[in-house]
């Protein structure tokens, strides 16, 4: 019989509880939207806080409950670190951009207007393409991982969680737009906030020896500054969280919905602060399991923790907090998806445009709510998909945000740094069984490569789809310079 922390029917109750709440405070808050404009950044007016708590709350998914934890038991603390660090360097990339993009659009959008204008229409559908593609991946990330919860604790069938939480978002996200998004992530932040703060003392208290005590008696070699997967698990992490997350147009809505760029940029940094610690104390926790259960299945290391004396409140407040941090990210990258057709819709396809654009994104919208439920409902692991979509984001990252400073990057230059940048790191973009890759141990014998390359082949080809178009930029610069 497979263990289970709470009933079925108890677990289904406090969800639905919660999504009514939801759904209710997005009817009782939601406003006629006078255009599509308010439909995708509200009204330019956000303060401090709604700023704070809404990239924080965004930022947040269900991922930390599984993520940094199960990457901490393989990747030591480095991992920990570069997880943290990469969660909450989005926010500093974005203090530098954000305003200058604010300049030059002010009545902005979409990242992909500075894109059309600086390199055309080119590069927009390329960017387009990865952009839909990463935060499509990462809605059904999140469907999976509330689904995969609800599983874990009381048996709730797959499909019943994904299709329930997809319909108690949809309810509210679509009637409000991004306004409502704002709104709801108050109530989700003070929610995760607190939950996160109550399990940070409560595991500390009933260890019986200091944390760094014990996992330095146990797992010594998870801090150890000689253990190389401290290393290159976290450069790996930072690179790839950090590089998505540029490209998450949820982040750029907030941007442009900021007050002021004062308010922008001091939102900016507290939720920086806040990402960086919380990420960072939920990898944290994966060592200290790790350190004393070196058999735990390493993404159910956090609940290892916390669900040990199987208390029915302690239960109901990790699904309270699950269900926060799911509903928030969630509504964010379905209004994200929807303000990409809206305003780029005619550059998919020219039927995409007019007056009733918006019913035909909600549409696209429902179909694609019905492809993400099919997948979550079997279960499967999108981590390989994920590191996927970071991989198209990494080869795009440095030729789109360089050449916002660097003029001579071109159209042609652009598209050919990206498409190469992604080709070679491709070659060393690990298989299912993170083994071989297209070039090592297939093309070319495995034998033929260092073992440094062998075993960190995702590293590699994060590493690898970075520089290639920083150096062909670099190169391209360089000569022109002498002509």
Request: glycine letters at 6%; hydrophobic letters at 50%; one cysteine or more.
């Given at each position: 019989m497979e263990?289970?922390?709470?009933?079925?029917?108890?677990?289904l109750?406090?969800?639905?509880?919660?999504?009514?709440?939801?759904i209710?405070?997005?009817y009782?808050?939601?406003?006629?939207?006078?255009?599509?404009?308010?439909?995708?950044?509200?009204?330019?007016?956000?303060?401090?806080?709604?700023?704070?708590?809404s990239?924080?709350?965004?930022?947040?998914?269900?991922?930390i409950?599984?993520?940094?934890?199960?990457?901490a038991?393989?990747?030591?603390?480095?991992?920990?670190?570069?997880?943290?660090?990469?969660?909450?360097?989005?926010?500093f990339?974005?203090?530098?951009?954000?305003?200058?993009?604010?300049?030059e659009?002010?009545?902005g959008l979409?990242?992909?207007?500075?894109?059309?204008?600086?390199?055309?229409?080119?590069?927009?559908?390329?960017?387009?393409?990865?952009?839909?593609?990463?935060?499509?991946?990462?809605?059904?990330?999140?469907?999976?991982?509330?689904?995969?919860?609800?599983?874990?604790?009381?048996?709730?069938?797959?499909?019943?969680?994904?299709?329930?939480?997809l319909?108690?978002?949809?309810?509210?996200?679509?009637?409000?737009?991004?306004?409502?998004?704002?709104?709801?992530?108050?109530?989700?932040?003070?929610f995760?906030?607190?939950i996160?703060?109550?399990?940070?003392?409560?595991?500390?208290?009933?260890?019986?020896?200091?944390?760094?005590?014990?996992?330095?008696?146990?797992?010594p070699?998870?801090?150890?500054?000689?253990y190389?997967?401290?290393?290159?698990?976290?450069?790996?992490?930072?690179?790839?969280?950090?590089?998505?997350?540029?490209?998450?147009?949820?982040?750029?809505q907030?941007?442009?919905?900021?007050?002021?760029?004062?308010i922008?940029?001091?939102?900016?940094?507290?939720?920086s602060?806040?990402?960086f610690?919380?990420?960072?104390w939920?990898?944290y926790s994966?060592?200290?399991?790790?350190?004393?259960n070196?058999?735990?299945?390493?993404?159910?290391?956090?609940?290892?923790?916390?669900?040990?004396?199987?208390?029915?409140?302690?239960v109901?407040?990790?699904?309270?907090?699950?269900?926060?941090?799911?509903?928030?990210?969630?509504?964010?990258?379905?209004?994200?998806?929807?303000?990409?057709?809206?305003?780029?819709?005619?550059?998919?396809?020219?039927?995409?445009?007019?007056?009733?654009?918006?019913?035909?994104t909600?549409?696209?919208i429902?179909?694609?709510?019905?492809?993400?439920?099919i997948?979550?409902?079997?279960?499967?692991?999108?981590?390989?998909?994920?590191?996927?979509?970071?991989?198209?984001?990494?080869?795009?990252?440095?030729?789109?945000?360089?050449g916002?400073f660097?003029?001579?990057?071109?159209?042609?230059?652009?598209?050919?740094?990206?498409?190469?940048?992604?080709?070679?790191?491709?070659?060393?973009?690990?298989?299912?069984?993170?083994?071989?890759?297209?070039?090592?141990?297939?093309?070319?014998?495995?034998?033929?490569?260092?073992?440094?390359?062998?075993?960190?082949?995702?590293?590699v080809?994060?590493?690898?789809?970075?520089?290639?178009?920083?150096?062909?930029?670099?190169?391209?610069?360089?000569?022109?310079?002498f002509?």
């Amino acid at each position: 019989m497979e263990k289970t922390y709470l009933s079925s029917q108890t677990t289904l109750s406090v969800t639905i509880l919660i999504g009514l709440f939801f759904i209710g405070l997005g009817y009782l808050n939601s406003k006629k939207i006078s255009n599509n404009k308010n439909y995708i950044v509200g009204d330019r007016d956000e303060d401090t806080f709604s700023l704070t708590a809404s990239l924080t709350a965004s930022a947040l998914g269900a991922w930390i409950l599984f993520g940094p934890a199960s990457a901490a038991t393989w990747g030591g603390i480095g991992a920990v670190i570069g997880y943290s660090l990469g969660t909450a360097a989005p926010m500093f990339f974005l203090y530098n951009f954000g305003p200058k993009i604010r300049k030059e659009f002010p009545k902005g959008l979409t990242l992909t207007e500075f894109i059309k204008k600086r390199f055309g229409i080119g590069i927009l559908k390329i960017s387009l393409i990865l952009i839909l593609f990463y935060l499509t991946i990462f809605l059904i990330a999140e469907v999976t991982a509330i689904a995969s919860l609800l599983n874990f604790i009381s048996q709730v069938p797959l499909w019943l969680t994904a299709g329930g939480t997809l319909i108690i978002c949809l309810l509210y996200i679509l009637r409000g737009g991004f306004k409502l998004s704002i709104i709801t992530d108050k109530y989700q932040f003070s929610f995760i906030v607190v939950i996160i703060l109550m399990s940070f003392l409560l595991i500390l208290k009933n260890l019986d020896l200091p944390s760094h005590e014990i996992i330095k008696k146990n797992s010594p070699n998870l801090i150890d500054k000689n253990y190389l997967p401290n290393y290159t698990a976290g450069l790996t992490f930072f690179i790839a969280v950090a590089a998505t997350n540029l490209f998450h147009q949820g982040n750029w809505q907030r941007v442009f919905s900021a007050k002021n760029n004062s308010i922008l940029k001091t939102s900016l940094i507290y939720s920086s602060a806040i990402i960086f610690l919380i990420v960072f104390w939920m990898g944290y926790s994966g060592l200290i399991s790790y350190s004393l259960n070196s058999k735990v299945i390493p993404d159910l290391a956090f609940f290892d923790l916390i669900l040990k004396d199987k208390s029915s409140l302690i239960v109901i407040a990790i699904l309270v907090l699950a269900m926060s941090l799911t509903l928030s990210t969630i509504d964010t990258l379905i209004n994200a998806i929807s303000s990409l057709i809206i305003v780029n819709g005619d550059q998919i396809n020219k039927k995409l445009s007019g007056k009733d654009i918006k019913d035909k994104t909600n549409l696209i919208i429902l179909l694609l709510s019905i492809f993400v439920f099919i997948l979550a409902s079997k279960g499967y692991s999108i981590l390989y998909l994920f590191l996927l979509a970071d991989l198209l984001c990494c080869a795009a990252v440095i030729t789109i945000f360089y050449g916002f400073f660097n003029k001579k990057i071109n159209s042609t230059l652009a598209t050919f740094s990206i498409i190469c940048g992604l080709f070679f790191g491709l070659l060393f973009f690990p298989s299912q069984n993170f083994q071989t890759s297209i070039l090592v141990g297939n093309l070319i014998s495995e034998d033929n490569f260092s073992n440094f390359i062998k075993t960190n082949l995702l590293f590699v080809s994060f590493v690898i789809s970075l520089v290639v178009p920083f150096v062909m930029i670099l190169i391209y610069s360089f000569r022109n310079s002498f002509k």
